[in-house]
């Protein structure tokens, strides 16, 4: 059996965490899609689809079963319209642990053919977040550490004058 699952997110921008459950995923499953949501309700990003989408790209390379994609309207459609049968996210701490639930709830009721699998990113990355690392950033801070390369780079060309 074939089996394909989407990595969905906002991904504004991909960090070290997101990359490692991507590694992690791509493991366990024969397909992997890390899908860019379009019409994020999360408010302004920095970052634009397609700059998101290329970062990715670039980052997962070496991860031959890993392609990226985006979409919008709702996961279930997206993960149907892909023949996929799990959602693939990460849990960092318990307090993901309920909006998380809720989520894998929902797109259970809305399609109870699609599983919601859960995996733990390296315990260094456990208190990663892209909202961190903008804020951070913008601030000053060193975040070369928790972002792959080719993002720090998209950071600097984002907000210069910044490390
Ligand atoms: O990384 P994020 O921003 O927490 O990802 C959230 C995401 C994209 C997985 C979620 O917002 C989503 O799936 N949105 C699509 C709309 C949808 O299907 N909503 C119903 C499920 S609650």
Do not use: C, W
């Amino acid at each position: 059996m074939h089996t394909k699952a989407i990595y969905p997110g906002t991904f504004d921008p991909l960090t070290n965490g997101h990359l490692d459950l991507i590694a992690r995923g791509a493991k366990i499953v024969d397909e992997l899609v890390v899908a860019i949501l379009r019409n994020s309700e999360k408010g302004t990003p920095l970052f634009t689809v397609p700059e998101r989408e290329e970062m990715i790209r670039e980052s997962t390379l070496g991860l031959g079963n890993v392609s990226v994609a985006t979409f919008d309207g709702l996961l279930v459609d997206f993960a149907r319209s892909q023949g996929a049968k799990a959602v693939l996210r990460g849990i960092r701490a318990i307090s993901d642990y309920e909006y998380e639930f809720q989520m894998a709830m929902m797109n259970r009721k809305l399609d109870p053919e699609l599983e919601t699998l859960f995996m733990m990113p390296a315990e260094k990355y456990t208190y990663v977040s892209s909202r961190l690392i903008k804020g951070v950033f913008h601030l000053g801070g060193d975040v070369t550490s928790l972002v792959p390369p080719n993002v720090v780079e998209r950071l600097k060309s984002k907000v210069p004058g910044k490390i």
